[in-house]
């Protein structure tokens, strides 16, 4: 976890504070996303949102945080109509993050298989 260090009578620290306090406004957006994007209030975007950004958040980068927060502030009928690809996502909706998340919707789950075995 990263902290905030003090030293305001060292300039040589002047430079560390500002990185760390960038970096851990990074990281509460970033929990904050994810905690948008598993509570929409409709089950099946709670989870499908929910699972791509637990498998992509971390990784992207402060243009790709910019376009998800456009994609979690849409509205969930919009959402579920082009993620289920009952209509196009409209021209000026469109961005990499989400033509990644409509990949992600409309690609094969990955089901784990039951164990055999037990009570039968």
């Not at 040589?12 to 406004?25: I, L, V």
């Not at 998800?68 to 969930?76: F, G």
């Not at 289920?84 to 298989?113: C, G, I, K, R, T």
Request: include cysteine.
């Amino acid at each position: 976890m990263l902290r905030l260090r003090f030293c305001p009578s060292r300039p040589s620290c002047q430079g560390s504070r500002m990185f760390t306090a960038k970096a851990t406004d990074l990281t509460l957006r970033k929990k904050q996303l994810l905690y948008r994007s598993k509570q929409r209030g409709w089950l099946e975007l709670d989870l499908l949102m929910g699972r791509f950004a637990e498998q992509n958040l971390q990784e992207m980068n402060i243009t790709e945080l910019d376009q998800w927060q456009k994609i979690v502030d849409m509205e969930n009928p919009d959402l579920m109509k082009w993620l289920v690809n009952h209509d196009p996502v409209p021209q000026e909706a469109m961005s990499p993050v989400l033509q990644s998340l409509v990949n992600f919707s409309l690609s094969p789950l990955q089901y784990v298989p039951v164990p055999s075995g037990g009570n039968q």
